[in-house]
């Protein structure tokens, strides 16, 4: 993940109203001065993603950030994401992001095909600020 990640915790637990939660991966950016949670999901992105994601969000901001700390951040990771459903969700403007992870790898073709995508995507974002 890069060097300024240092790992916090696997499964973070706390209870909420009686009910227990897990938090799959957290980490801290030294850089950002910031968590950073990531949220594995085996299937595709689904709208209530975001509503747990949120919830871990605030929580961390309330019980684990520490003065001079940035507000956390997350990934949610994914193994499909529908790009509309991301956009219509304004998950690419907030603290939560989304990404999607290879089960396995692609042709050749694909490949280039996505990154050609990601690179006009990206242009175009560049353009919009």
């Known amino acids: 993940m890069g060097s300024d ?3 916090l915790a696997r499964q973070k637990h706390f209870i909420l109203d009686g009910k227990d ?3 799959d991966l957290l980490f801290y950016h030294r850089a950002l001065r910031r968590l950073v ?3 594995l999901k085996l299937g595709e992105f689904e709208p209530e993603h975001k509503g747990q994601v949120e919830l871990y969000l605030r929580w961390l901001k309330k ?3 520490q003065d001079g700390e940035n507000d956390p951040i997350a990934l949610i990771l994914c193994a499909e994401k529908s ?3 991301v956009e219509l969700m ?3 403007q907030g ?3 989304v990404a999607q992870y290879l089960t396995k790898m692609p042709p050749k073709h694909l490949l280039e095909e996505k990154l050609a995508i990601a690179i006009a995507n990206a242009k175009k974002q560049l353009e919009q600020r």
């Open 5 to 7: 990640f240092a790992f």
């Open 21 to 23: 939660y897990f938090m």
């Open 37 to 39: 949670l990531v949220e």
């Open 63 to 65: 019980h684990e950030m």
């Open 83 to 85: 790009q509309e459903t």
């Open 90 to 92: 304004e998950l690419d």
């Open 95 to 97: 603290s939560i992001h």
